[in-house]
Nanobody, 126 residues
């Protein structure tokens, strides 16, 4: 079992920045892929970013590429999402997810992830 706890959400003006963090516990962290998803009110959950077990591979949704950066610190069992140049359309609940086995090409599929955090709310005002 893996427990995931997100933090760092809040209210920010358009153009501002936020840094989300997710701390994992319960099993070895260093061999699992980690990702961030988000869900806006009335919309389906969507992929935001993913990072491989050693941080060597990252992928981003087109909507956040160049503005968001995913990183991980395996010594702290932590994955972060630095969000810059935030837009009102980034408003959503953000979820941390962990996948024990994640094949290339399936990282956008939420069904491929085994564990989820409870979410943290991000609101971007215009």
């Amino acid at each position: 079992q893996v427990q995931l706890v997100e933090s760092g959400g809040g209210l920010v003006q358009a153009g501002g920045s936020l840094r989300l963090s997710c701390v994992a516990s319960g099993r070895t962290f260093t061999d699992i892929s980690m990702a961030w998803f988000r869900q806006a009110p009335g919309k389906e959950r969507e992929f935001v970013a993913v990072i491989s077990w050693n941080g060597g591979i990252t992928y981003y949704a087109d909507s956040v590429a160049g503005r968001f950066t995913i990183s991980r610190d395996n010594a702290k069992n932590m994955v972060n999402l630095q969000m810059n140049s935030l837009k009102p359309e980034d408003t959503a609940d953000y979820y941390c997810a962990a996948a024990l086995i994640l094949s290339l090409g399936y990282f956008r599929d939420s069904d491929r992830y085994d564990y989820w955090g409870q979410g943290t709310q991000v609101t971007v005002s215009s």
